[in-house]
């Protein structure tokens, strides 16, 4: 972390929103692979992250040490295949908060495709309103220009990190079976994240839009010399 604060030098606001003791669910926009670098700013306790499945498992030298690095830094496995092993992830991230530890989440799902905010995934509202932790909303600004999508060198540009006020949905407690309910928390959380960055709030999901995009670009004839 050191050497991010000296090369990069990122601001960032409200780290005292980020309560010192008990269970905490950090929400944050997800921009770059590099958010999970800056995210780690803003607070002194270790913070939990979910990491695909495959990291977990992978083999030969290169898979094993990969495991090792994701275990080593408290990183929780989830299967992205859907249902019910989807949401047999939300398990391991209650563990996490039941330790009274602090856990990251990224609402979106996946990387914003355009720099956009996408709709929230209702995974958020279910593990605070199963945990009864508090959600902080956290705003990431410019890591999509120090790791663009397809890109693995980073470069140096100005990053910011503001931190909201936690939100308290234990009015929800014994709804957390509500998809109703679910989808407004999630809401809820996703607007009070797009205030922290003043993004564009898209009500669609990141993936479905940047799979159609895929489409239709794959549609379309190939340019020629002569257009």
Known sequence: MPTINMIWRPWIDGRENIPATGPVILAANHLSVADHYFLGLTTKR???????VEYFTGAGIKGKMVSRTVKALGQVAVDRSGGRRSADALEPSLEVLAKDRVFAIFP????SPDGRLYRGKIGVARLALQSGAPVVPVGLIGTEKVLPIGESRPRVAPVGVRVGKPLDFSRFSDMANDRVVLRTVTDEIMDS???????????KYAKRNAAKKRSKKNSEP????ED
């Open 222 to 225: 190939e340019a020629t010399s």
């Open 108 to 111: 979106e799902g996946t990387r």
């Open 46 to 52: 270790h913070i939990a992250t979910m990491a695909k």
């Open 193 to 203: 994240i797009r205030r922290l960055t003043g993004q564009e709030y898209v009500d």
